[in-house]
């Protein structure tokens, strides 16, 4: 079986805020459509709007490719990665630092739990 969609035309879930405690400027919303999923992996698309929040990637290793959008994820540690359209990133498990979300960003994900 196979699955064609367009993100742009897509029929997305509600967007839910970001939780106040992460959210260090704005009111970013995110929205996720999973494509596939089992116990030990998850593909999808997900949206985020504009604002900056912290996340703790735990117990999972996620490929991102960024399909729209602009924006840069900060870590604690390590240099700034820019994500425009076309960039691709893998976080590892243990990753840590601030989604800064200057336009809408929609990303493509794949993540394989690690524990």
């Not at 729209?68 to 604690?76: N, T, V, Y």
């Not at 390590?78 to 820019?82: K, L, S």
């Given at each position: 079986?196979?699955?064609?969609?367009?993100?742009?035309?897509?029929?997305w879930?509600?967007?839910v805020?970001?939780?106040?405690?992460?959210?260090s400027?704005?009111?970013?919303?995110t929205?996720?459509y999973?494509l596939?999923?089992?116990?030990s992996?998850e593909?999808g698309?997900?949206?985020?709007?504009p604002g900056?929040?912290?996340?703790?990637h735990?117990g999972?290793?996620?490929?991102i490719?960024?399909l729209?959008?602009?924006?840069?994820?900060?870590?604690?540690a390590?240099?700034?990665?820019?994500l425009?359209?076309?960039?691709?990133?893998?976080?590892?498990?243990?990753?840590?630092?601030?989604?800064?979300?200057?336009e809408?960003?929609?990303?493509?994900y794949?993540i394989?739990?690690t524990n």
């Open positions: 079986m196979s699955l064609t969609i367009h993100h742009e035309t897509l029929a879930p509600e967007a805020l970001v939780a106040s405690d992460r959210v400027a704005g009111s970013p919303a929205s996720t999973v596939n999923g089992s116990d992996t593909a698309l997900w949206k985020v709007t900056e929040f912290l996340t703790d735990v999972y290793v996620e490929v490719y960024v729209q959008g602009k924006g840069h994820l900060i870590p604690e390590g240099d700034t990665i820019n425009t359209a076309g960039t691709a990133v893998v976080l590892e498990d243990g990753w840590r630092g601030r989604w800064h979300v200057e809408t960003l929609t990303k493509l794949a394989t739990r």
